[in-house]
């Protein structure tokens, strides 16, 4: 298997779309490189890790990362089994009126202050809608187009998206719990288990987690697993058999949590998947 596999999706004046997937071989940080223009990164299966300076990113489903134009930055994948991510590439007119203009920094060229930011819900489901429909074909490139810019204006918005926050330790021991639960999105963690797993108390780990990430570390590893189903609900003819593989206790479990953050059921927005439609309610 390639290291690498990169498909364009769409190639237009105003966005690239490409899904990008990774077998995950290198654990440690690989050598550095950088990106010839600005990307922004929506992962939506696995994990891996951008290590810019000091500074980590955790690249996983409940996050978009930031890629500036040369900036060196190199990358490792510390969770096993690889990972996929959608890659968008928006003209600099475009992206700068899209973007606030406190997530960028100050001078002529077009960088972001920030290496990634929390996403919501509705641009998870955006990232679904758009990676289907241009891999079913059923999209039309306008109708792509309009998806992308959703999900970048969704994406960046400071109503929908968030920063991380608190002090450098924090960030770095949150990370690793997002790191573990990346690892196996199926268990049924308790909080004691996950915090030996990072070297932190149950307590300090909580409140850690909710500063950083402005969630409890349970909504977040539900809104990791919501994620991951919103990937494969085209591959299982068994919504049972799905609920169960992503650790759910039972099917009505995880359709009424999926309903109430997506706002569909599993059923419906698979149905929704060979449409491409940008409608998701707010969460």
Same mark, same amino acid.
């Given at each position: 298997?390639?290291?690498?596999?990169?498909?364009?999706?769409?190639?237009?004046?105003?966005?690239?779309?490409?899904?990008?997937?990774?077998?995950?071989?290198?654990?440690?940080?690989?050598?550095?490189?950088?990106?010839?223009?600005?990307?922004?990164?929506?992962?939506?299966?696995?994990?891996?890790?951008?290590?810019?300076?000091?500074?980590?990113?955790?690249?996983?489903?409940?996050?978009?990362?930031?890629?500036?134009?040369?900036?060196?930055?190199?990358?490792?994948?510390?969770?096993?089994?690889?990972?996929?991510?959608?890659?968008?590439?928006?003209?600099?007119?475009?992206?700068?009126?899209?973007?606030?203009?406190?997530?960028?920094?100050?001078?002529?060229?077009?960088?972001?202050?920030?290496?990634?930011?929390?996403?919501?819900? $509705?641009? *998870?489901?955006?990232?679904? @809608?758009? +990676?289907?429909?241009?891999?079913? =074909? #059923?999209? /039309?490139? !306008?109708? %792509?187009?309009?998806?992308?810019?959703?999900?970048?204006?969704?994406?960046?918005?400071?109503?929908?998206?968030?920063?991380?926050?608190?002090?450098?330790?924090?960030?770095?021991?949150?990370?690793?719990?997002?790191?573990?639960?990346?690892?196996?999105?199926?268990?049924?963690?308790?909080?004691?288990?996950?915090?030996?797993?990072?070297?932190?108390?149950?307590?300090?780990?909580?409140?850690?987690?909710?500063?950083?990430?402005?969630?409890?570390?349970? $909504?977040? *590893?539900?809104?990791?697993? @919501?994620? +991951?189903?919103?990937?494969?609900? =085209? #591959?299982? /003819?068994? !919504?049972? %058999?799905?609920?169960?593989?992503?650790?759910?206790?039972?099917?009505?479990?995880?359709?009424?949590?999926?309903?109430?953050?997506?706002?569909?059921?599993?059923?419906?927005?698979?149905?929704?998947?060979?449409?491409?439609?940008?409608?998701?309610?707010?969460?």
């Amino acid at each position: 298997m390639p290291e690498f596999t990169v498909q364009s999706l769409l190639t237009t004046p105003c966005v690239a779309v490409q899904d990008v997937g990774c077998s995950g071989g290198h654990r440690h940080p690989d050598a550095e490189e950088h990106a010839s223009a600005t990307h922004l990164v929506f992962s939506y299966r696995g994990a891996f890790v951008r290590h810019l300076g000091r500074d980590e990113a955790v690249a996983e489903a409940n996050q978009v990362l930031f890629f500036n134009a040369f900036e060196g930055y190199r990358v490792s994948h510390p969770v096993p089994g690889g990972d996929a991510s959608l890659d968008l590439v928006v003209d600099e007119a475009t992206l700068r009126e899209l973007a606030p203009s406190a997530l960028l920094k100050d001078g002529a060229d077009l960088e972001f202050r920030v290496q990634r930011l929390r996403i919501d819900p $509705r641009a *998870q489901a955006l990232v679904a @809608l758009l +990676r289907h429909g241009l891999h079913a =074909g #059923t999209a /039309e490139p !306008l109708e %792509a187009e309009s998806v992308a810019l959703t999900l970048v204006g969704r994406g960046l918005g400071p109503r929908s998206a968030r920063a991380a926050r608190g002090s450098f330790a924090r960030r770095r021991l949150v990370d690793r719990a997002k790191l573990v639960l990346a690892a196996d999105l199926s268990r049924r963690w308790t909080l004691a288990e996950v915090a030996a797993e990072v070297g932190g108390s149950p307590v300090y780990l909580t409140q850690a987690f909710q500063q950083v990430e402005g969630l409890p570390l349970y $909504r977040y *590893q539900l809104h990791l697993r @919501l994620a +991951r189903a919103l990937d494969l609900l =085209g #591959t299982y /003819e068994d !919504l049972s %058999a799905l609920s169960l593989d992503l650790g759910f206790s039972s099917h009505s479990h995880f359709s009424a949590a999926f309903q109430r953050i997506y706002g569909r059921t599993p059923s419906e927005f698979r149905r929704s998947l060979q449409r491409c439609t940008p409608a998701a309610p707010d969460r």
